[in-house]
């Protein structure tokens, strides 16, 4: 099945979203995508990997978008391993780059028990 997508995208048989599905599928439990921009000159691939990489995560994937920021410089998104991609964001910064944003996918567990939690809290300040 996935083989049959690949030909289509290689064959040029996918339309515009489902090609762009096909490169970027869903952001993992475990993952985060961070956005960052930076003039051209100072863009090494490498040198975000290994940023990365100094955080014990890994670097799931890398692109440099069609969007730019207020200066103009292109946004660069990356995807990481880990779901707290605070530690990336950090080694991202000594090595001269600014991460404008964080995200990671929604935790529906997590979410879950923050709920209940603030349930409890409701049920004694009602008492």
Known sequence: MDNDRLQKYIAGGLSQHERAEALTPP???EASELL???PPADYSASSIARAV???DAQLLGLSV???RDDTGFPVIALRVNVRDASGVARSLRR????PFF???AP???MRRRA???ANELIHYLEM
């Open 115 to 117: 709920q209940e939690r």
């Open 27 to 29: 952001l993992p439990q």
């Open 65 to 67: 978008t069609g969007m």
């Open 95 to 98: 090595y001269g780059y600014d």
């Open 36 to 38: 960052l921009s930076c």
């Open 107 to 109: 935790d529906s567990a």
């Open 53 to 55: 990489e100094d955080c």
């Open 102 to 104: 964080v995200g990671s």
